[in-house]
């Protein structure tokens, strides 16, 4: 599935993001998936529950025929925004090993808190699918 990044001109380049993405295909919702493993047990730690609910968006993806670069949009809801931007350099490591150099158009906000006790991470994601998958 093409995917075509749209960067209005004159902006400055965004840093781990994309500003608007066009696609073609299947559109896949993904529900804000939290950093828990398959048993139900929360990560322990902001970095290990941000890869966990990476890994859980993944793999609802990849359960729909597609794969991490097929993600197109990403909303990301966390409970410690200070958490986040100690972790930058860490995170990093933990993006390029799930997906390399591809960024969907995101957004990170802070919340007051998740439904599910201990998160600190939900992760949204919309996915474009090729269409010739069933």
């Not at 949204?124 to 699918?129: F, K, S």
């Amino acid at each position: 599935m093409k995917q075509q990044v749209i960067q209005p001109e004159g902006w400055p380049a965004p840093k781990g993001y994309a500003n608007g993405i066009v696609a073609r295909g299947r559109t896949l919702y993904v529900a804000g998936q939290v950093g828990w493993d398959t048993d139900g047990r929360m990560a322990d730690g902001f970095v290990a529950q941000f890869a966990q609910a990476l890994d859980n968006v993944i793999a609802v993806v990849r359960a729909a025929g597609g794969g991490p670069t097929e993600i197109v949009s990403m909303t990301i809801y966390v409970t410690d925004l200070d958490a986040y931007r100690r972790s930058l350099g860490e995170l990093a490591g933990v993006w390029r090993d799930r997906f390399g150099r591809h960024y969907p158009a995101m957004t990170l906000v802070q919340v007051a808190g998740l439904v599910e006790p201990g998160g600190m991470v939900e992760i949204q994601a919309i996915a474009m699918l090729a269409e010739n998958r069933e």
